[in-house]
């Protein structure tokens, strides 16, 4: 079985312990890891500009003594050719061992997975999954608190696209006696199946409106931008831009060992005349996401057996309600979902819908 990491919610504790122990031992002595992955080849396939995920899996792997194909640019790519998902993963697992792919559409890792023959890593699925930011971001959260349970975390911003912070929740909520403080408008307010996941693993969360009334009962702060690229309208956005920004008086109202994260790039969310505070741990995250990745690749193409659990897989033609689906653009796809709660849920973006229930043309 290929160990696909397209969503951490998948992974064991042990698993998770494993990766955040192994990136501890690398950021002690990076030396004796310098040619853990001589021979090896990554493809980064980035369907979507990055900066920090494509460079830090690219360092990763170069760290560890492998080497690195791919684009960033599609266009460059026989993408622009049209060539399909199926083909290019195809093609680039004979050449790779291990490919880290970004993408737009939501659920486009898992549907690249079922065509490859190497590991395929999510490296960020449209406004969907985010799971190497939340291996950084646990990494961070183990190094700088201590601990990643009884943590108070506030997330704020763009609550609804932020995959960075569907990603965390979803794995954070498994850790004892954490309690979420969701800081966003209503437009950008988390979506119901991550409320749904927090409410099953009976995780105390609160909707608040601003980030005064947060700021003091919270351990962690997780700031996100709002994600221009995910709206419909320049007009939307604007609406939503500057809501929510850090400046030296809110941080005064937090805790003196409070930690202030972002996944980044920032805009506007966060002053740079706090970015010296020693709270602000977000240039530091970024680093610590290197030596994540350096762990995940490591373990990864060391065989590590992650445990996923497949449940019941049930075809329905009609296809998924979300027009963000891999499945509408690369629609060889077979349109599978899994039954929960009356409800199916797309086994590739996680939308839930109704049996019976189509996407509605525009
Ligand atoms: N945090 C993050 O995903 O940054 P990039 O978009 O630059 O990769």
């Given at each position: 079985m290929l160990n696909h990491i397209i969503d951490l919610e998948l992974l064991s504790f042990s698993d998770l312990q494993e990766i955040v122990q192994l990136a501890g031992k690398i950021m002690k002595n990076p030396e004796n890891y310098s040619e853990a992955c001589k021979g090896k080849i990554l493809g980064t396939l980035f369907y979507e500009p990055s900066t920090r995920t494509k460079m830090s899996f690219q360092t990763a792997m170069l760290r560890l003594g492998g080497s690195v194909i791919g684009f960033d640019n599609p266009s460059n790519s026989s993408v622009s050719k049209g060539e399909s998902l199926k083909d290019t993963i195809k093609i680039v697992s004979g050449y790779a061992d291990i490919i880290a792919m970004r993408h737009p559409l939501e659920g486009s890792a898992k549907g690249a997975s079922k065509y490859s023959s190497v590991p395929i890593i999510n490296a960020g699925d449209g406004g969907h999954l985010h799971p190497t930011q939340t291996l950084t971001d646990i990494v961070t959260l183990h190094n700088e608190?201590?601990?990643?349970?009884?943590l108070t975390i506030g997330l704020c911003g763009d609550l609804k696209n932020g995959r960075t912070v569907h990603s965390l929740i979803k794995t954070m909520s498994h850790f004892e006696g954490n309690k979420f403080v969701l800081i966003s408008t209503k437009e950008l307010g988390i979506p119901k199946y991550i409320k749904d996941i927090m409410q099953e693993q009976n995780c105390e969360y609160v909707e608040v409106p601003t980030l005064q009334e947060a700021m003091p009962q919270l351990d962690v702060l997780y700031m996100t931008r709002i994600?221009?690229?995910?709206?419909?309208s320049m007009e939307e956005y604007e609406a939503q831009k500057g809501v929510f920004v850090l400046d030296r008086e809110k941080l005064s109202?937090?805790?003196?060992?409070l930690k202030v994260l972002h996944p980044?790039?920032?805009?506007?969310?966060?002053?740079?005349?706090?970015?010296?505070?020693?709270?602000?741990?977000y240039f530091k995250q970024a680093i610590y996401g290197m030596y994540a990745r350096m762990a995940l690749i490591l373990l990864t193409l060391q065989g590590a057996k992650y445990s996923y659990s497949r449940g019941k897989i049930i075809i329905d033609?009609?296809?998924?309600?979300?027009?963000?689906?891999?499945t509408h653009t690369e629609p060889y796809m077979p349109k599978e979902f899994k039954e929960k709660g009356g409800y199916l849920v797309c086994e590739y973006c996680d939308t839930a819908k109704k049996p019976g229930e189509k996407l509605k043309e525009k």
């Open positions: 608190k201590g601990r990643l349970n009884h994600q221009r690229e995910r709206f419909a109202l937090g805790k003196e060992d980044l790039p920032r805009v506007d969310e966060i002053a740079e005349n706090i970015d010296d505070d020693p709270r602000c741990v033609n009609s296809g998924c309600v979300n027009p963000k689906c891999i």
